[in-house]
């Protein structure tokens, strides 16, 4: 490595989810057909948002920008964990390891204001109707991408700046199969503690202060929902019910993972499992097949290549 951070250490060797063969062929399986079907589904919804009209809403561009970066989490961590799984030695290289974490930490802060922007589409839509087109205006939806992707780079730049000058002259096994910073840390060569300290207080201020947000946002259309006994309650709670599961299996994990005082290693490693396969892949199906539109959608989206391949 260069001068510059005083850097012996080229590559960080993972010790992978598990030894047990079989068990890392059952992953291999289960993590493939996840990634797979992750990458497609999520890959309809922006294909379905962006080309048909009758889902230019603020709601869907929300949603079709949520499945945009959720083909950005599985990619960051998954083909490396599947590609692992074939190998006895796992191994990245510093650089790599760098990346996967700057990638994490924007992906994670895009999605949580994304999150509370889509719960603020829920809150409008709800509970001031008329208003709803004035107020979530195409200039509010960029306004709301911009900044979830600025938070996310300026966190993410955040979180990197504390390893910069850090010497990593020895130690060099994750105890993971990804890069994470907070165990990152704790190989340098020198005391870290009070660095580990300020980014868990920097990762777990921003993920509980979201999920509050969002918690105290749903309450509050909930009982505006409670209170009304039209028809369309039913809908806009269906609609509720979906986002309110995603958000839970979107920050129960991450939540545990940066504000558990002392994870087991092994339930950390599953839950981020869990975070980068099965929440993205789960995305999808809660929002297509609770939403009658998006399943309209899809469907007129694929009609001419069914009947072109009846055609020919």
């Known amino acids: 490595m260069d001068g510059g951070n005083h850097s012996v250490v080229s590559e960080f060797v993972f010790l992978g989810l598990t030894h047990s063969w079989e068990f890392q062929l059952l992953l291999l399986v289960f993590s493939s057909v996840l990634y797979v079907a992750s990458m497609t589904g999520n890959i309809l ?4 948002v962006a080309t048909d009209p009758h889902l230019h809403s603020p709601m869907y561009f929300l949603l079709a920008s949520l499945s945009f970066i959720d083909l950005g989490t599985c990619s960051v961590t998954s083909p490396k964990m599947i590609y692992d799984l074939f190998r006895k030695r796992k191994v990245i290289s510093f ?5 996967q974490i700057f990638f994490i930490h924007v992906i994670g802060g895009v999605e949580m204001v994304l999150l509370i922007a889509m719960a603020f589409d829920r809150y409008v839509a709800i509970c001031k109707p008329l208003h709803y087109l004035s107020i979530m205006s195409p200039r509010m939806c960029i306004l709301f991408l911009a900044a979830a992707w600025a938070l996310g780079v300026s966190h993410s730049l955040f979180q990197l700046a504390f390893i910069v000058n850090l010497p990593f002259c020895g130690p060099n096994i994750l105890d993971s199969f990804y890069c994470d910073l907070p165990r990152l840390l704790r190989l340098a060569c020198t005391d870290t503690y009070r660095l580990q300290f300020m980014v868990t207080v920097n990762s777990g201020f921003i993920c509980v202060s979201s999920f509050f947000i969002l918690l105290i946002s749903y309450i509050f259309i909930l009982l505006t929902v409670w209170k009304r006994s039209s028809g369309s309650s ?11 599961t995603v958000v839970i299996l979107f920050f129960g994990p991450t939540m545990f993972i940066y504000t558990w005082p002392h994870p087991s290693s092994q339930m950390d490693k599953f839950l981020a499992l869990s975070d980068a396969v099965l929440t993205p892949f789960l995305n999808p199906v809660i929002y297509t097949f609770r939403n009658k539109e ?8 694929f009609r001419p290549f069914v009947i072109f391949k009846k055609i020919s």
């Open 45 to 48: 919804i922006v294909f379905s």
């Open 95 to 99: 650089g790599g390891c760098i990346t």
């Open 234 to 244: 039913s809908k806009a709670l269906s609609t509720l019910s979906a986002h309110i």
């Open 294 to 301: 998006m399943k309209v959608a899809m469907k007129r989206a």
